[in-house]
Nanobody
Framework: QVQLVESGGGLVQAGGSLRLSCAAS????????MGWFRQSPGKEREFVAT????????VYADSVKGRFTISRDNAKNTVFLQMNSLKPEDTAVYYC??????????????????WGQGTQVTVSS
């Protein structure tokens, strides 16, 4: 069992930056593929970024490529999402997720077993 707790969300102006963190409990964090997803009101949850169990093979949604960076620190059981050049359309609740099924990470929601409670990111224009 893994518990995930996101932090770092907030209100920022367009063009600004935020760094989200996701702290995981449990001793097997390093064996999970990790991902970030987001959901805006009235929209389905969508893929943002994913990273493999060793921290390689990052994959990004086209909408955030070149602006967001996913990373992880297995010694600290934490995964990060550095978000730069933020746009109003990035406004959403951001969720981190852990996958036992796919240690390389995935862009598919149904491959994730554990989810955090989410953190709100609001980008003003």
């Amino acid at each position: 069992q893994v518990q995930l707790v996101e932090s770092g969300g907030g209100l920022v102006q367009a063009g600004g930056s935020l760094r989200l963190s996701c702290a995981a409990s449990g001793r097997t964090f390093s064996t999970y593929g990790m991902g970030w997803f987001r959901q805006s009101p009235g929209k389905e949850r969508e893929f943002v970024a994913t990273i493999s169990w060793r921290g390689g093979n990052p994959v990004y949604a086209d909408s955030v490529k070149g602006r967001f960076t996913i990373s992880r620190d297995n010694a600290k059981n934490t995964v990060f999402l550095q978000m730069n050049s933020l746009k109003p359309e990035d406004t959403a609740v951001y969720y981190c997720a852990a996958s036992q099924k796919n240690i390389f990470g995935s862009s598919y929601i149904n491959e994730y077993d554990y989810w955090g409670q989410g953190t709100q990111v609001t980008v003003s224009s």
